[in-house]
């Protein structure tokens, strides 16, 4: 499997949010990339709303 096509920064930053080293991000599957995504996006959504309220 070949790394992901990212640059990086964005490596960094990913690895930083998802709290995975960059090594194991590189190559992580893209389905399961994007899940960690979306649900880290979730989680900031949600906390957001409480903020709100």
């Not at 920064?9 to 960690?36: D, G, N």
């Amino acid at each position: 499997m070949k790394p992901l096509q990212i640059s990086p920064e964005t490596a960094i930053k990913l690895s930083e949010q998802l709290k995975v080293p960059i090594e194991q991000l590189m190559h992580m599957p893209q389905h399961i990339l994007m899940k960690k995504m979306m649900e880290l996006a979730q989680k900031e959504q949600a906390e957001k709303e409480n903020e709100e309220k």
